[in-house]
Each structure stands twice: as C-alpha cells, then as structure tokens.
C-alpha cells in the first residue's frame, strides 16, 4: 500500500489473514494488545520478518461499549482501559525507542473526537480517549527534538461494527473514506488529524462551554438508544 511493507497486527486470525490478502506487501501476525509480552514478541517477530524496525506505527485497537453511572459494568470499562490506553502503551513501548536510537520514524495513536470532553452514555470510552490525547500531546512535544514525531487521530463516527449498535451517528463516514484521509495526512506528517470538520469544530467547542450549558446540551446523549444485541465485547 503506497509502497509501504505492512505489518498488520490484530487477535482475530482469521479475519487478520482476510485483510493480509488485500495487501500483497504485508504480513499478518497475531497479537493480543492487552498483553505487552504479546505486543512486544509482535513486533520483534515483524521486524525479523521484514528486515529492520518501523519507520510508522500506527495503534489502532480500540473498544466502544456504553457506560452508565447508574448501571456501571467494570468489566467493560477494564477492557476498554485494557485495550484503548494500556495497548496503545504497549505498542509505544516495543516501537518508540528504536525511533529515538534511529533518530526517525512517527507513532500515531487513533484517539476521537469523544475525548474532548466527558459525554454521558460513554464516560469510561470518553476517558480512555482523553488519555490518548494527553499521552500523545506531551509525548510529542517531548520526542519532536529527538527526531520522533507523534500524531493523535481524532475521527468522528465511522461505519464499522464497533458504531452499528448506535441508533443515530451524524457526519457518518465510510471506513474507506476515513482511511485514505488518514493517510494522505500522516504521509504529510501532520500532528493532529481530525475529521469530519463539524463533529470537529461541535466537539472542541465543548471546551469552553459553561457547565451548566454543557448539561443540558448533552443531556440527550444519557438517554440515547443502542442496540445492545449488536454490542461488540
């Protein structure tokens, strides 16, 4: 892809071998991102079998399950925490320092827009992207002298099996789509991408809201309706 040799890394071996097969420069290896001894021999095993350590790494794992104070699943909210936050460590921590011996290469997290801010109906979800986005802003300042860049991915709702269980998702985007955006900025080495433009602007301005404005505005997000037979653990 774009004259890239891929190493794509996923649990699910069988829909990992699907993908792999699109992609003839690739290679399919079976990791699990909650266990850093399973994302490090990854790695090591991808860069063997390609001949040398990343130059892009990009961590994309993530989980969405709706929590609600007054029902509040901790298993849920441990996976979530387990794979959005712990996993992105991980991986950082098996890539990154190769990075800052080589004095080159970009670590791209893919965080969200729901991170700006706390939004009822996704609390644990909202906060395990808030911390990517703290993790990966100071991580860039910091890694940016050293030759290492580090760029946060902020998407809206995307159209994957993780969001089908949402009744409503407004400037829905096509996986496709919001690949290739993805892509052709990170090529340009951008530090933040976020798409689409009006779920951006809607979500950073939340940050200056009011309290009081913020509440009733998000409200409707507390009672929000999912399908729960599509929920994806």
Known sequence: MRGWDLA?????????QELAREFPRSLA???????????????????????????????NAGVGIPTFAFELNLDDAEQMVRVNILGMLYLFDAVVPSMIERGRGRFAGVASLAGHRGLPSSSVYSATK?????????????LKPLGVGVTIINPGFIATAMTEKNKSMPFLWQAPRAAKYIADRLE???????????????????????????????????KRKIDRSKLKR
């Open 8 to 16: 794509l890394l996923a649990r699910r071996a069988d829909r990992l």
């Open 29 to 59: 290896i079976t990791c699990d991102v909650r266990d850093s001894a399973s994302v490090h021999e990854a790695v090591r095993s991808a860069e063997a079998q390609l001949g040398g350590p990343f130059d892009l790494v990009i961590a």
């Open 130 to 142: 808030s911390a990517m986005q703290s993790f990966l802003e100071a991580s860039r300042i910091e």
């Open 188 to 222: 340009r080495g951008k530090e933040v991408i976020e798409f689409p433009l009006p779920m951006s602007l809607l979500t950073r301005s939340f940050r200056f809201l009011p309290r009081a404005l913020f509440d009733r505005m998000t409200l409707v997000y507390a």
